[in-house]
């Protein structure tokens, strides 16, 4: 019930199927300089496509920080200045990117076709 405010790196460990879901009620912010990662273990890596932020407030990405997963945002997100998502965002009311701060959407999966035409 209270904001939540990630000061230090933060590493998911798992397989590719496991799914992360963080619930939050109010705001989020990921301060500057500061990272969200998939650590690789001898059981796999996590997927980013598998991780969910719920959050109910608004969520800040700090200057040259770097999240991993799905935004799920009631209100608003604000990335800062060089800051990066490798995932995707979904929120009410909007999505501000100031200078340097890009999003990438990894493909959650790929269907790949044959000359033939079938698929894989």
Known sequence: S????????????????????IQIEKDLVLTE?????????SLGTPKMENIFWQVAGAITVGTNAHMEGILLVKTKVDF??????NGRVFTQTAC????GATITEKPVFTIRRSLRGDTN
Request: glycine share 2%; aromatic share 12%; no cysteine.
């Open 33 to 41: 300089y500061k990272s969200v990662f998939l650590q690789p273990t």
């Open 96 to 99: 501000t990117l100031l200078k």
């Open 2 to 21: 209270t904001n939540v405010k990630i000061v230090t790196d933060i590493y998911f460990e798992g397989t590719e199927n496991d799914i992360f879901i």
């Open 80 to 85: 800062l200045a060089d800051s990066i998502l």
